[in-house]
């Protein structure tokens, strides 16, 4: 059994007498690190160059932090308001100095997205490996304390524990340890409790016998990592717009997080909620028109009658409201046989006298060994209260029928006798790890028994890959499967750019992505669905995602796709070079189109004379704000249309101060605004007053000196850029 301990520091020195001084520490990804444990542990480290540690693990979360005067009076009252006491990890702060001692190291698989690039410490850490690679990579560099937040709750009078969101790699790396353990390793798991976290079930849910130690005191409860909704742009809401035309009634979804996956989910509720404006808005785009082979091929245009199934790394907020929305309710069950029934249309949920005569037709012995009985037993079709013993089958009511269902009479015995209501241990949604906003987190720890029990929280090693024991199950309910990624950039040969620059340094991970286009590949009617904004603007110059070739590739050219950017659907499988690189340039911004044209000519890949299409040439963002303006104003697609934790006066002020940063992001920029700022007659007493509120936020409504005059003139001057 655990030891339960109320002390940090006392936990941390069991771990080292169990273990001893050189320590190898896995630590989950993003939510589900023990940040008082973490810290305290890597505190002793430094105290004593005697302890050797190091630290495996992905995504280390920080608390956003202001890089200037006029940042810091913006984010801190929101961070206050909305982190909380959400504790810093004290060893980001060493690694993206480069301070960190020789006795330590921090190995990352996954970076926060464009955080480390300067960061040299950070970019010779970073292990490079699949998402489904990590445990085995964890596991063969030496693993001997896996620590973990989790959460604990108790029914009946007995203790339960739950990895809530974060099973992804801990279930594929607790039977190894075990196993290790008995072979006489010294291992210690450690858990942390934190009553926030909710409580999920499916593979999450472990015995407190899976632990050597679990810290649990209310001291070190603290607020969990919350992330708040962004904005979504007009380039984003065009973006999943075509990924809603992609995705299939009774299908299979994936998605990513950020702002790309929150217009996704909106788009899809749109489709389902409002059909007829879902497809008045694609004809606004010209999307049938200028894609109408592909959407046919690919898509689907419908409400969701069957609804959608989740089998996806990460856990996002959208998906409850796909939930809540009725669309994602396509349950999948642990019985091959019944899934293939429900999939070809011959079950439904229902149980019905029929099904026995369903699944015998579908290779169901007549006379059913353990296996198969407890098998209909689980799913529900069978009573729960029925017991079988080889020939006879215990009715709930205490009577013994006949096994041996070879007759049509022995059939009908059964189905009066013992047959459940409707199917059971229905999953509408498998996830890795969950991350989001305070709200997705209180509706998480809100959901009924019955509702919990859907959303299943397993390994990476189920969902991002077929292979396995039950391989033929996996490809069963992942019908109609679509993978929705992002990506930064495409070669005009079909090669994706999503974690890395051509110099070699790491923008964030491969994660699972390789994962889900390879099986998009690997499953019957499946795609995996790249989306890349057409361009970037960094340092006030605008250049596009889609190039002629790059020196880095995530997903290589032979495993191209679909991809979306904000102008259409590009479907690159089964393409020649020339059909890839016209599809993609039909895509492209047309500010960049003909150059990227004569490169691909230049290069042979595309006839002299190939001309791209008059329908294709008016790729621009004023085409797509044109597009939207008749939606918007019947109060469509608006900025956060899923609400944030943002306040009315911080999302005015956010686009300001980012449009501020992009003037001074050079020299000469910094100096044109600050003499600007100078030169302005504008003083605290003739401030608008429709600013004031504003500059309230920031304080600056009374400037006390002349650094805050110069403040509050930038900020005016900002403003009056933004405000209407």
């Known amino acids: 059994m655990a030891h339960l301990l109320d002390d940090v520091g006392e936990c941390v020195e069991a771990t080292l007498r169990h273990v001893g001084k050189r320590i190898v520490m896995a630590l989950p990804l993003a939510l589900g690190k023990p940040v008082p444990l973490v810290n305290e542990l890597y505190r002793r480290a430094l105290r004593d160059p005697g302890i050797e540690l190091k630290i495996l693990t992905a995504l280390s979360l920080r608390v956003p932090s202001a890089g200037s005067d006029l940042e810091r009076r913006f984010l801190e009252p929101f961070v206050q308001r909305v982190f909380g006491n959400y504790p810093a990890l004290d060893y980001v702060a060493a690694a993206r100095a480069g301070t960190v001692p020789s006795n330590i190291s921090i190995d990352e698989f996954y970076l926060e997205p464009g955080a480390y690039l300067d960061a040299p410490y950070v970019q010779q850490h970073y292990l490079s490996t699949n998402y489904t690679h990590v445990a085995r990579d964890v596991l063969r560099l030496g693993v001997n304390v896996l620590a973990q937040l989790i959460a604990r709750r108790t029914r009946e009078g007995r203790a339960e524990i739950s990895l809530s969101c974060n099973p992804d790699v801990t279930v594929d790396i607790l039977p190894e340890l075990e196993a290790r353990k008995r072979a006489g390793q010294r291992i210690a798991v ?32 603290h607020d969990l990592y919350c992330p708040p909704n962004l904005a979504i742009s007009t380039t984003d809401h065009a973006i999943g717009l075509y990924a809603s035309s992609l995705v ?147 009715t709930p009511q205490g009577k013994w029928i006949s096994a041996d269902l070879s007759t049509p009479g022995a059939r009908a015995l059964l189905a009066s006798e013992c047959l459940g209501t409707h199917l059971e241990e229905g999953i ?43 391989l033929e199950l996996r490809v069963a309910q992942r ?37 889900f286009v390879a099986m998009a590949h690997a499953l019957p009617d499946a795609r995996s669905i790249l989306c890349v904004r057409s361009t970037r603007t960094r340092d006030g110059r605008t250049a596009s995602n889609i190039v002629w070739n790059y020196g880095h590739t995530t997903i290589p050219r032979h495993l191209r796709d679909v991809v979306l950017t904000e102008y259409g659907v590009a479907d690159l499988r089964g393409k020649t070079d ?33 001309r791209i299409p008059d329908q294709h040439r008016r790729n ?8 939207l303006v008749e939606h918007r104003r019947a109060g469509l697609f608006t900025e956060y249309p899923f ?72 900020v005016i001057d900002a403003l009056r850029r933004v405000v209407p």
């Open 190 to 221: 450690v858990g942390e409790v934190n009553r926030q976290l909710p409580f999920m079930l499916g593979d999450a849910v472990v015995p407190e016998s899976a632990f050597d130690f679990i810290l649990d005191h209310p001291r070190y409860e």
């Open 479 to 515: 019908q109609r499967a679509r993978f929705i990624n992002t990506a930064m950039m495409v070669t005009l040969s079909g090669a994706a750019v999503s974690d890395g620059l051509a110099d070699g340094r790491v923008v964030s991970g491969v994660g699972g992505q390789y994962n």
């Open 578 to 610: 020339a059909g890839i690189a016209a599809a993609l340039l039909a895509v492209t911004d047309s500010r960049f189109q003909e150059a990227l044209l004569r490169q691909a000519q230049a290069a042979g890949k595309l006839p002299r004379d190939y």
């Open 248 to 394: 299939r009634d009774g299908g299979t979804l994936q998605l990513g997080i950020g702002e790309l996956g929150d217009a996704v989910v909106y788009c899809l509720q749109l489709r389902h909620q409002q059909n007829d404006r879902w497809r008045a808005v694609l004809d606004s785009f010209g999307a049938t028109q200028r894609f109408g082979p592909a959407l046919q091929d690919i898509g689907d245009s419908r409400i969701f009658e069957h609804g959608l199934y989740a089998c996806t790394e990460m856990f996002v907020d959208g998906f409850l409201d796909l939930y809540r929305s009725g669309i994602l309710k396509r349950r999948v069950y642990p019985s091959l046989r019944v899934q293939r029934l429900l999939n070809s249309g011959r079950l439904s949920e229902t149980v019905s006298a029929t099904m026995i005569d369903e699944l015998i037709d579908a290779g169901m012995p007549v006379l059913m060994n353990d296996i198969d009985f407890e098998e209909l037993r689980r799913v529900g079709i069978l009573h729960a209260d029925c017991s079988h013993t080889g020939t006879g089958i215990r």
């Open 643 to 714: 609400g944030t934790d943002f306040t009315a006066e911080e999302i005015v002020l956010a686009k300001a101060l980012k449009q501020l940063r992009e003037r001074t992001s050079t020299r000469l920029g910094k100096a044109r605004t600050a003499l600007g700022a100078i030169a302005s007659q504008v003083v605290p007493r003739s401030a608008p007053a429709e600013l004031q509120p504003y500059l309230e936020r920031m304080q600056l409504d009374k400037p006390a000196n002349a650094k805050e005059r110069l403040a509050q003139r930038l």
């Open 620 to 627: 621009t963002p004023a085409s797509l704000e044109k597009a």
């Open 428 to 470: 509408l949604l498998h996830g890795g790890f969950f991350l989001g906003p305070r709200g997705f987190y209180a509706a998480l720890r809100e959901l009924s028994e019955s509702e919990r029990r859907q959303f299943s929280m397993t390994g990476v090693s189920f969902i991002n890959q077929l292979e396995g024991a039950d």
